[in-house]
């Protein structure tokens, strides 16, 4: 059978396996596959069929949020390379980057505990200018087959993702 | 199984056949039913013409006394056996309902296992049952209107809920419609059912806000439309905040000016009323007077504003805006983004919500439909599609999302989510549990729901027992756990040992909603008060299940026969066959025997078609690229 559920979630969507993704095209063919498999599209099958329907609905979303987002599409590049994020039995981090990271998480504490929006605002805004460059590397990475300098650039991409759920939790607190 | 309805109109073997369907607003004040009559969906009032049916359910020691406009009627002189916004105790327990309401409800509250219960003159209700009630009475409206004195039978309906539902209160409503003898076709959120309504309506596309100010909830919902898709992108809200909690504010306050004291439930239900009905004066008065003739000898009152009163309840206010802030931000939008703000729920048309949301939005919110009518036209809309009726070309798509994260117990009494809220439903997420001692054979899960970090300050949703674990050393186990959430937003829970490929046996033990037993009990007991004959409905429910298996088999079978190979195609012929004999006989074990039957065999023939239709529609896909 061609389309069966051992397919990675490039070839679900026919898109060319890679950290760059056309964001239409995928939208485009998320919007097709689920246009076949929703189970709004089975409600009148018996229990076999909307159970197929909601399987292959429930792995259209995940094959979708995972290629969509660019950490979780990077982490499964990987994975499908073989490479392990090994988040938790690899925790040497460049002491560099350990620095900048208690400097985010420092300047976070010290706005959350000021009650200063606008400064977290800032932080807001330079992380994601920070997080941008560094998805800009990780591509690169990505692309020319260095894979270990690539696991190293996610690891430090999820903490600046926590830190940057921190200043959403900071900023959720001071609108309450 | 593998009924997969692709079928084109006019292929179908009963082309001309308009399967009747409704959408239901069960709402906290008012429900309401509605469907789609020649392709334009309208509500579908009672005999004198009335729109809403009061969400009221007055009960007397034959059982139900009255129902809408009636019960509500006596709720001041029989405040113990009329009951109202019943909605807010579905799938809570008294504690729940203590915390936030008080002891100012006028019910002689039942703290039964699960969800509260409450004392009638006509025995213990729950408010599942009290639910059915009012959702057979907008069954027998929609019957009555639709089929007349002939008869006539309801394909099933789309009950919708607030966004913001947690799974107890999805199941309880779920349970509520079963035992009113639905059949559920989805359970539908009301912004998104308020979604299709206004974006079919008026060819919508982009960015759309919902604020749904109920009753008793509020919801917001933040919507991405375009091209026939309505794709929810974050939800928020507050299930226990609707206009009953601005009535209350204003009846306590009165009750402080005015140094009463100890007021009797009749009283209390008199300051409610009152309440409602200043505050809907003031939404186009400056000022008012409130009544307070708690004595028929004396009449006497306090002078209202509407300044007074939206000080009062600027707090409530707000709480609305910082949900729909946070939904905002979960959405990773900015207000600005937002091309029209869509407002729903009869507390909207209080000025001060009107302008807070148009502050917020920078831009007049759309008050171009009904709002207490809009979510029962939306769910009519996708009642009539999910029932087959859809025209070609009159087809939409719904994607939604799960309102509050899903997670598990661990140690220390911590939350470690599992799903996160805002994700697209149906969902799953499987996760990996080991023994910590040597031959343990069980291990008890707990699943809560919610955003906070203690699982006590979450909702515990249910404990699972996993047996039949095979012993071995600490740690050697794999326990692989499966959350899935379907389309209607519940959850399911399945658990195998992946070393040994053993499938633990499951033991779900909701904390909140009712047990299969209490709803076997209440449908028992149901039918005997009504005389009615549960062999009978049974018999029928798997005749209509039989019939329309077969058909959607034939469908399958003349599009994609060829899927299937001639050994293949015999054992399925053969079982449907099978199923016709049963299904003419008066035996519903039997007939559900071969539907089962029926569905197993045609499981794969369905996986086939479900990869044929994902191909066709992705090569497709390609030639529409390569033609421009």
Same mark, same amino acid.
């Not at chain 1, 679900?12 to 964001?23: K, N």
């Not at chain 2, 349970?175 to 989805?186: C, F, M, S, T, Y």
């Not at chain 2, 209080?350 to 009518?373: C, H, I, S, Y």
């Not at chain 2, 009504?530 to 003349?558: C, I, P, Y």
């Given at each position: 059978?061609a389309?069966n ?5 490039f070839?679900?969507?026919?898109? &060319? ?14 919007r097709e ?5 929703? &189970?709004d599209?089975h409600?009148a099958a018996?229990?076999?069929g909307r ?5 292959w609905?429930?792995?259209?979303n995940?094959a ?5 987002? &660019? ?5 499964y590049l ?12 690899n925790?040497?981090?460049? &002491? ?5 990271q208690m400097?985010?998480r420092e ?6 505990a000021?009650?200063?929006a606008?400064?977290?605002?800032k932080?807001?805004?330079d ?5 941008k460059l ?7 990475l990505l692309d ?11 690891r430090?991409?999820?903490?600046l993702e926590?830190v ?7 900023l959720?607190?001071?609108d309450? | ?12 073997t ?8 409704v959408?239901?607003?069960l709402g ?7 469907t ?12 004198t ?6 969400s ?6 034959n ?9 509500q ?5 029989d405040?113990?056996n ?5 909605k807010?105790?579905?799938g809570?327990g ?19 296992p699960?969800?509260v219960?409450?004392?009638t ?12 009630d009012?959702?057979?009475a907008l069954?027998?409206r929609a019957e009555?209107?639709?089929f007349?004195?002939?008869g ?12 913001y ?6 199941q309880a ?6 035992l009113?003898?639905i059949?559920?076709?989805?359970l ?5 059912a308020a979604?299709?309504a206004? $974006?079919l ?6 960015i759309?806000?919902?604020y749904?100010? $109920?009753?008793g ?5 933040i919507?991405k ?13 507050d299930?226990a ?19 009463l004291?100890d ?9 409610l009323?009152?309440?409602r ?9 400056d ?7 708690l ?9 209202v ?6 000080a009062l ?5 707000k ?5 729909t ?13 937002v ?5 729903v729920g009869?507390?909207?048309?209080m ?8 502050t ?6 759309l ?24 025209a ?9 999302v ?10 220390g009494?911590?939350?470690?989510k ?8 149906p969902t799953a997420?499987?996760?990996e ?10 291990m ?44 209607d937003?519940l ?12 499938e633990a046996s499951?033991a779900?033990k909701?904390?909140?909603g009712?047990?299969d037993d209490?709803i ?11 005389g ?9 429910e798997?005749?209509v299940?039989a019939?329309q ?6 469908v399958?079978?003349e599009q994609?026969g060829?899927?299937?190979?001639a050994e ?5 012929d053969a079982?449907s066959?099978?199923?016709?004999l049963?299904?003419?006989?008066s ?5 559900k025997?071969?539907?089962g039957?029926?569905?197993?065999a ?19 896909r ?6 421009l």
């Amino acid at each position: 059978m061609a389309t069966n559920f051992s397919q990675n979630h490039f070839e679900l969507f026919d898109l &060319p396996r890679g950290f760059a993704v056309d964001m239409a095209k995928l939208d485009a063919a998320y919007r097709e596959v689920q246009t076949q498999v929703h &189970p709004d599209r089975h409600a009148a099958a018996g229990d076999a069929g909307r159970r197929v329907a909601m399987q292959w609905s429930t792995r259209a979303n995940e094959a979708y949020q995972t290629l969509k987002n &660019p950490l979780a599409r990077a982490t499964y590049l990987l994975q499908l390379r073989g490479q392990d994020i090994g988040a938790e039995n690899n925790t040497a981090m460049e &002491p560099a980057f350990l620095m900048q990271q208690m400097e985010w998480r420092e300047a976070v504490e010290d706005a959350t505990a000021a009650k200063n929006a606008d400064a977290l605002d800032k932080l807001l805004r330079d992380l994601r200018e920070d997080k941008k460059l560094r998805y800009g590397k990780l591509g690169a990475l990505l692309d020319s087959g260095a894979d270990a300098p690539a696991v190293e650039a996610v690891r430090q991409l999820m903490f600046l993702e926590k830190v940057e759920d921190e200043i959403g939790a900071s900023l959720e607190a001071l609108d309450a | 199984m593998a009924l997969l309805q692709i079928s084109e109109p006019g292929q179908s073997t009963a082309p001309h056949q308009h399967r009747m369907a409704v959408g239901i607003d069960l709402g906290t004040t008012n429900s309401l039913v509605a469907t789609v009559k020649s392709g334009a969906a309208e509500v579908l009032p009672d005999i004198t013409g009335r729109p809403l049916l009061p969400s009221v359910i007055r009960y007397d020691a034959n059982g139900v006394n009255a129902a809408g406009y009636a019960a509500q009627a006596q709720q001041v002189s029989d405040p113990r056996n009329t009951i109202a916004s019943v909605k807010r105790f579905m799938g809570r327990g008294l504690d729940d309902i203590r915390t936030t309401y008080g002891e100012k409800l006028p019910y002689d509250f039942v703290d039964a296992p699960g969800m509260v219960s409450i004392k009638t003159a006509a025995g213990v209700k729950s408010p599942v049952e009290v639910s059915a009630d009012i959702l057979s009475a907008l069954r027998a409206r929609a019957e009555q209107s639709m089929f007349g004195k002939d008869g006539g039978e309801l394909v099933g309906a789309v009950i919708t809920v607030p966004a913001y539902f947690d799974d107890a209160q999805r199941q309880a409503t779920k349970d509520a419609a079963k035992l009113a003898g639905i059949n559920v076709l989805r359970l539908l959120n009301e912004p998104t059912a308020a979604a299709i309504a206004y $974006g079919l309506d008026n060819a919508a596309e982009g960015i759309y806000a919902v604020y749904d100010l $109920g009753g008793g909830t509020f919801d917001i919902s933040i919507l991405k439309l375009s091209k026939g898709v309505f794709e929810v992108l974050s939800t928020g809200g507050d299930s226990a905040l609707g206009g009953d909690d601005f009535d209350r504010t204003l009846a306590a306050w009165a009750a402080r000016e005015a140094r009463l004291a100890d007021l009797t439930p009749v009283q209390e239900r008199c300051m409610l009323v009152e309440a409602r009905a200043a505050k809907e004066r003031l939404s186009d008065a400056d000022a008012t007077f409130f009544s307070l003739s708690l004595d028929h000898d004396r009449a006497a009152g306090l002078h209202v504003t509407r300044k007074t009163f939206e000080a009062l309840t600027e707090k409530l206010l707000k709480k609305t805006l910082v949900a729909t802030r946070k939904a905002l931000r979960d959405a990773g939008l900015g207000p600005e983004e937002v091309k029209g703000v869509v407002l729903v729920g009869g507390a909207t048309r209080m000025p001060q919500v009107r302008e807070a949301v148009g502050t917020l939005f920078g831009q007049k919110p759309l008050t171009n439909l009904n709002p207490d009518e809009v979510v029962a036209l939306g769910a009519a809309m996708q009642a009539n599609l999910l029932a087959g009726n859809r025209a070609l070309g009159d087809d939409w798509l719904l994607l939604d999302v799960i309102p509050l994260s899903l997670g598990l117990e661990t140690m220390g009494g911590l939350a470690e989510k599992v799903i996160p809220r805002n994700s697209t439903i149906p969902t799953a997420r499987a996760q990996e549990f080991t023994t910590f001692k040597d031959g343990q054979t069980a291990m008890a899960i707990h699943v809560v729901q919610g955003e906070r970090e203690l699982v006590a300050d979450c909702r515990s949703l249910a404990r699972f027992e996993l047996r039949g674990i095979p012993p071995m050393v600490a740690g050697a186990a794999r326990i692989r756990v499966t959350f899935q959430v379907d389309a209607d937003g519940l959850l399911s829970v399945s658990a195998r040992e992946a070393t040994t490929g053993i499938e633990a046996s499951v033991a779900v033990k909701p904390s909140y909603g009712l047990a299969d037993d209490d709803i076997a009990r209440m449908l028992k007991d149901s039918f005997e008060r009504a005389g009615d004959d549960a062999q009978a409905r049974a018999l029928k429910e798997q005749q209509v299940e039989a019939e329309q298996m077969l058909l959607a088999t034939q469908v399958a079978l003349e599009q994609d026969g060829a899927l299937l190979n001639a050994e293949e195609r015999a054992a399925i012929d053969a079982l449907s066959e099978k199923l016709k004999l049963a299904n003419a006989g008066s035996d519903h074990h039997a007939i559900k025997a071969v539907i089962g039957e029926l569905n197993r065999a045609t499981e794969e023939f369905a996986a086939r078609r479900m990869d044929q239709s994902i191909r066709r529609a992705l090569a497709g896909r390609k030639l529409d690229e390569v033609s421009l």
